[in-house]
């Protein structure tokens, strides 16, 4: 009993310390000012308007397939907003903050207070750094779309034979690839 009390006394504590580093999403406005090339290309993707599909009377023919009520509004269905905005129940995020919706910079990169703190500090960081704080490289691992793009996403090769996540594919219609200014 007496370990139980510890620990119950000791836990909020812990939690506290453990949040204390954890990163906050800063949207994508934040990365345009060095990545004006990179967001100019993303803002033309259906990542960016992702938010958008969840209207009802949009992308009826797909909702169809889907099985979806294509006069539903589904923008506030929190099994579609986990995907379709960025940071999701987060703090500072969707929905308290309306700036976050569609998938930005940060829905594939990482929430980005932490790496962008190193980045601000010194143009000509370190890559390993960087990724340290929080940054996340997305043709290096998959694993962050499949969060989207697998599982019970009502858009999945369980639905639609037609569809399959092909990785390497969908690196291509994110944004263009432009070489950074600096090397890291």
């Known amino acids: 009993m007496k370990k139980f009390f510890i620990v ?4 909020p504590f812990a939690l506290f310390f453990l949040n204390a580093n954890a990163a906050d ?9 060095c990545h004006i090339k990179q967001f100019k290309s993303w803002e033309k993707t259906t990542m960016s308007t992702s938010f958008e599909n969840l209207k009802a009377g949009v992308k009826t023919e797909e909702k169809k397939k889907a099985g979806l009520d294509t006069n539903k509004d589904y923008s506030t269905d929190n099994g579609c907003l986990k995907c379709h905005t960025t940071g999701y129940g987060k703090p ?4 308290e903050n309306q700036k976050f919706v569609g998938v930005q ?7 980005g207070s932490n790496y962008l703190e190193i ?27 499949i ?29 263009e690839k432009f070489p950074l200014k600096y090397q890291h």
């Open 8 to 11: 119950t006394l000791l836990l």
């Open 25 to 33: 999403y800063v949207g994508a406005k934040k990365c345009k000012a």
């Open 92 to 95: 500072g995020s969707y929905p």
């Open 105 to 111: 910079c940060e829905g594939c990169h990482g929430p």
């Open 119 to 145: 980045m601000k500090k010194n143009k000509e960081f370190k890559l390993a750094d960087a990724k340290k704080a929080g940054l996340i490289i997305p043709s290096e691992d998959e694993k962050g779309c």
């Open 147 to 175: 969060v989207c793009h697998g599982g019970d996403s009502p858009f999945t090769e369980k639905v639609d034979v037609k569809y399959k996540f092909n990785f390497k594919e969908k690196l291509k219609n994110t944004h």
